[in-house]
C-alpha cells in the first residue's frame, strides 16, 4: 500500500525509478560489492530519469568525498590498528575485567566494557569485534560460556563501536545532513552507554539462568589498581579523543589525528611498535577504509537523483497518508532502519535513507539531533542480525563457528537493543541532555 501511495503522489514514480532500485537490489543479494551496485543503480537511474545531467556524476563522486571531516575515518581505522599491534587494546581489557570481574558475570561484562574502551578510540565495530573476539573468546570459554554464546556476546557488544563516540557512523551522518559531528558526538553519549549496559545486563540475566560463569572472588581493589597504573597510557587515549572534543580543544578529525599521533609514540616509546610495522598498519587500514569511502562515494549520487525526483518529499506524503499518529510513524521508521540493517552496511544505509526519512522525523516534530541518534542506533541493531550481520561474519571469520549459531545466541541483545532504541526515539531528552537550549 505504500508503493501504492508513493505512485499516488504528485511525482510520477514509474519503473524508470522502480528498475534501477530493485537492479542494486539484485546486485547485492548477488554478493556484487555494494559500492559497485550502487554505482550501476545510479547511473541506470540517472539515463533513464533525466532527473540530473549524467556529466555531473564524476564531479559529484569527487565533491562527495572532498570533505575535511572524512579525514578522520582512515585515522581512526589507523588508530584502532595501532592499539592492537601494540598491545595497549589488551591493556584496556585488563583494566574492563579488573573493574567488573568481581561480579556474577564478570568476564562477560568486562568484555562488553572492553568493547566500550575500544569504540572510544576505533569508532569502528568490525575492528572492535576482531580485536576484541580474539583475545576474549576463548577466556569466556574456559570460563565456561558456550562458544557460540560466546561469540554472540563479544558480537553484541561490538556493536558499540558506531554506537558511542568517536564513531564513523555519526561522523557520515553529520557531513550528509549538514549538522557538526561534535554536536552528535554529545548528543550520542548517553544512548551509546545506555546500549552498552543493556548489552550487559542481558548477559547477566542470561548468566544467571543458565550459570556459564561460577562463583566470583569478588572485586580486588589492588588489582584494580594495578591494572589502572599499567593501563595508563591506554586509558589516556580515549581521555585525550573524547576530553579533546567535549571541551572544543579539537575537532573530530583533529582528536582523529592526535589520537593515532599519540598511540604510535606510545607504542615507539615502549618498544612495541618499530618502523618494520608501519607498511603493515598501513595497508591493513587502507583496506577498511577502502570499503568505506568508494561507498560514501557512489551513495551520493543516487541520494541526490533521488532528492532531484522528490522521492522524500513523496515518501512523507505516502506515510502521513496513511497514519499521522506520532507513535507509529516513529515505530514504522525504526523497523525500516532495522529492516535495511539486515541487509546492507551502515554507511550506504546512512547515505540513502537519512535524506528520505529526515523530513518524515521533521514532519512529526522529532528533533534532528534526536533523529540522528535514532538512525544509526537502530541500524547498529543489523550489526549482529542475518543475513548480512557484519560483526557476525567478523567473529564466524576469527572463530569458525557457523554465522547462524552466533545469530541465534545474540536474539537476546537485539531485544535489549531494541528496548534502548524505543527509549531514544520516545524521550528526547536522552539524545539532547547535554545540548544547548535551541536543541
Known sequence: MLWQQLQEQSVDLGWEFYGPVLLIVLLIALAVPVWA????????????????????????????????????????????DVLVRTGLSGRLLDVADATTG???AGLGTATVLGCGFFACISGSDAAGAAAVGRMTIGKLVEKGYPR??????????????????????????GLILGISASTLFLAAAIPGVMIMVSIMVTNAVLNRIYRFEGETQGFDFERWRKAVWEGRYALMVPFIILGGIYSGIFTPTEAAAVAVTTTILIGMLQGTLTLADFPKMLVSSAKVNGVI?????????????????????GFVFAVTALTDDPVMIVLLMIGILIAAGCVMETTPNIVILSPILLPLAQEIGMNDIQFCVMMVSALGVGFITPPLGLNLFVIAGITGESVLKIAWRAVPYVFGMLVVVLLIAYVPSLSTVFLPDIY
Open 293 to 313: 569511502l568508494p561507498i560514501i562515494a557512489l551513495s551520493l549520487p543516487l541520494a541526490q537523483t533521488l532528492a532531484a525526483l522528490q522521492v522524500p518529499q
Open 148 to 173: 557460540p554464546y560466546a561469540c554472540a556476546l563479544v558480537a553484541a557488544g561490538a556493536c558499540t563501536g558506531i554506537l558511542i563516540p568517536p564513531s564513523i557512523a555519526y561522523i557520515i551522518i
Open 102 to 104: 568481581g561480579l556474577r
Open 37 to 80: 551496485a550502487l554505482g550501476i543503480g545510479a547511473v541506470a537511474m540517472l539515463l533513464i530519469t533525466d532527473a540530473l545531467p549524467i556529466s555531473l556524476l564524476g564531479e559529484s563522486l569527487f565533491d562527495g568525498i572532498d570533505h575535511f571531516a572524512l579525514i578522520a575515518v582512515p585515522l581512526f581505522i589507523l588508530t584502532g
